[in-house]
């Protein structure tokens, strides 16, 4: 069955860090662009970050502007985890967290900045900043 769970979430105060988690079951995370997205409330879902490549060494790791250089985006391959390292948290960060995965059916990066280009989604997890 392919599935992908999602954990780590929680409530953390600002200034804060989290690792959030995806274990991904059913394929294999490094055959796909995966991706992280998040949703504010009242707000439409909106791209973290994805890798549309195997490697992230060839420059196709993507940060929306809202958190580059605070948040992290890995994957350990043996596990079949993907993860997403939060740091210098604020109460913007607020959200519910996904992870998908998609086939690599386009050559434009910038077209995996976006849901419509992933097939597999975990079920969300929670992340609230506040002291």
């Known amino acids: 069955q392919v599935q992908l769970v999602e954990s780590g979430g929680g409530l953390v105060q600002p200034g804060g860090s989290l690792r959030l988690s995806c274990e991904a079951s059913?394929?294999?995370?490094?055959?796909?662009?995966i991706g992280w997205f998040r949703q504010a409330p009242g707000k439409e879902r909106e791209g973290v970050s994805c890798i549309s490549s195997s490697s992230s060494s060839d420059g196709s790791t993507w940060y929306a502007d809202s958190v580059k250089g605070r948040f992290a985006m890995s994957r350990d391959n043996a596990k079949n985890i993907l993860y997403l390292q939060m740091d210098s948290l604020t109460h913007q960060d607020t959200a519910d967290y996904y992870c998908?995965?998609?086939?690599?059916?386009?050559?434009?990066?910038?077209?995996?900045?976006?849901?419509?280009?992933?097939?597999?989604w975990g079920q969300g997890t929670q992340v609230t900043v506040s002291s």
């Open positions: 059913g394929f294999t995370l490094d055959d796909y662009a």
């Open positions: 998908a995965a998609g086939r690599r059916t386009s050559d434009s990066f910038s077209y995996y900045y976006r849901e419509q280009a992933y097939d597999y």
